[in-house]
Each structure stands twice: as C-alpha cells, then as structure tokens.
C-alpha cells in the first residue's frame, strides 16, 4: 500500500512514528506484547496529532510523540532502555527542525526523564548541536529539566536481556532481543515545515561509550524544509557509514524521487553493507513513508485527512 498524498487532497499536516525495527514477527510476540507495544503506538500517535490539529508546530509535535515513548517500557528509550555492559542506562537522543536546520542532540545522557527534551533544549538555549555524557546531565540540571535516578531507567526484562548477552559469547553485537527498539517521530505541520526527533537506550552490552547513529545528525535524525524529515532505526554503526537519514534527503531533494523510492534505495544500501533496520519519512508536500529490511518494524502514521494506522509487520497492509 503506498503512503502518498496526491496533491489535490494534500493533508494539512502529517505524522509518522516508529518503534523500532527488527525480528518481529506474530509468533515472537504475546499477545501482552502485543497490546502493550499497540497502545503505546497509539497514545504516542494521539499526543502528535493533537500538536498537529491545533495548529502546533512540527517541532513540538515529534517532542511530544517521542516523549510518550520515552516513557513507555516496551521501547529501548527514556525507561525500558537497555543496559550498558557496566549495568547502566545511557540514553541518547535528537532533534531538528526543517525550517531552520537547527538541531539538537545528547549522547550518553543518564539522568534526564525525557532525553529528546534535553535534545530541544540544546538546541535551542545552547550555542551546541551536541552535548555527551556528564556534560549533558549537568546543562540538563541547569536548564530546569525533569531529573530521576538513573535506576528509573531499569526495567527486569532489560536487565535478563544483559545476563543473556553476558552469559553467551556468541550473540555478538547486536540486541539480544533481536530488535533496534530505537523510537521515533517525523512531522509536518500546517505550515508546511517538517521536523524530526529520535530517541534510544542503544544496544545491549554497549561498552566503551559507544554511540550509535540516533543522536549523529544526518544518520539517524534528520530534516529540511527543502526534501523532508527522516527518524531511523537500526544497526546503527551502518546506519553513520550510509548517513542514512542525509542521503534519504538529499536523493529526494536532488534526483526528485519519492519518500518510498528515496527510502528504499538508501535502506537496500545500507542493507549491502550488513546494516539491517529501518526509517520513517514525511515531507512538506504531505507525503508520508516508511522502509524497513527487516522482518518487522513497530510504526504507525496519522494525517488530518482521518488516516491512523499501526502496523508491526513486515506483511501488515
């Protein structure tokens, strides 16, 4: 099913969300899972949209959806990330608006609630584009933003999940529950501007500070005014060696191809390399899009024209 709007009935605003991507499947999944991981979708997908039909910006839109997924324990972001090797939390997080190309990021973050507000707040009261570590905790504390321990991260599963990684040598680098539970958003409002914002715990057993491509402006994050807005979700070493969100932008805005066409050829790429994962999109013309090369990716889509559809499958319609 193409996720297109013709120019004729082109929505006034648009909103896409993901997840994460990975092996999901209906056999892997309780029906629990199941519902836990729908509603999710769905209360993020209703945080957005309401943005968005009260005339909202694009911006504040993705930074709502993203937070109520930083918030929920089914996604490896905000609480339910998963565990460093050391048993900590460290979160990872950005966002970028389309009409200025101003963006935020944080890496290695531990003690902010939300991380994609920490992302906006570098953005916007910092002269950075991205702040790590102690660094990011302590400009958090300064800018007023909600603080927990670092324990209010910590879910059972998440830690279970770390014990079978440590336990077992041959799973290798990759998240022992086959998913990149990365989360994310991208927006266009009734202006015509798009936004993007993504948000990750990063991968099970991640040691010596690694950074995946979540918070790499022009990897995992990524939005113009002038092609669209992308969030991805992945392995995310090949998602920085593709610069997978940049190149998706830049093959709509200098070839003219579709989101679909620009998505799919850039996700095919990284997929050659030995990346797997997927991405969302939505441009200024109300055009929305996903791509994914995995069996599955948790996604969802809502536009003022009525259409609201979540979908975990790769065989979903």
């Known amino acids: 099913m193409p996720l297109s709007a013709h120019a004729q009935d082109k929505p006034r605003w648009t909103l896409v969300i993901h997840g994460g991507a990975g092996i999901i499947e209906k056999d892997k999944l309780t029906p629990e899972q199941e519902a836990g991981v729908r509603a999710g979708l769905e209360a993020a997908l209703t945080a957005g949209s309401t943005v968005l039909d009260q005339g909202g910006a694009a911006l504040d839109a993705v930074e709502a959806a993203v937070r109520v997924l930083e918030d929920d ?3 490896n972001a905000g609480r ?3 565990f460093t090797w050391d048993g900590r939390n460290e979160l990872d997080a950005a966002i970028m608006d389309g ?21 906006r707040k570098v953005m916007e009261e910092s002269p950075h584009v991205m702040l790590s ?10 800018q007023g933003l909600e603080q927990v321990d670092n324990g209010w ?9 770390l014990e079978k990684m440590k336990a077992n ?3 290798g680098w990759f998240d022992v529950d086959l998913k990149y539970g990365t989360v994310g958003a991208v927006a266009m409002d009734a202006n015509g501007h798009v936004a993007a914002a993504t948000s990750t715990g990063g991968l099970t057993g991640k040691r010596w500070g690694r950074i995946g491509d979540t918070p ?3 990897a995992g994050t990524y939005a113009d005014d002038r092609s669209c807005a992308v969030s991805a979700t992945g392995a995310g070493e090949f998602f920085i060696r593709t610069g997978v969100a940049h190149e998706i932008c830049a093959r709509v805005r200098f070839k003219g191809e579709s989101l679909k066409t620009a998505a799919d050829v850039v996700m095919a790429e990284t997929k050659a390399l030995g990346g797997t994962g997927g991405v969302i999109v939505t ?3 109300g055009e929305m899009a996903w791509s994914f090369n995995t069996p599955g990716m948790y996604r969802g889509r809502a536009s003022s024209n009525g259409e609201r559809i979540v979908a975990f499958y790769g065989d979903d319609k």
């Open 73 to 75: 324990p089914h996604f």
């Open 169 to 171: 040598d041959k799973l």
């Open 99 to 119: 009409a200025t190309r101003k963006a935020g990021a944080v890496a290695g973050t531990t003690m902010t609630r939300h991380p994609v507000a920490l992302a």
């Open 216 to 218: 790499l402006i022009g």
């Open 80 to 82: 339910g990330a998963v």
């Open 133 to 142: 570590g102690p660094g990011a905790d302590q400009f958090s504390r300064e």
């Open 283 to 285: 441009d200024p013309g």
């Open 153 to 161: 991260f910590a879910t059972p599963e998440r830690r279970r999940q």
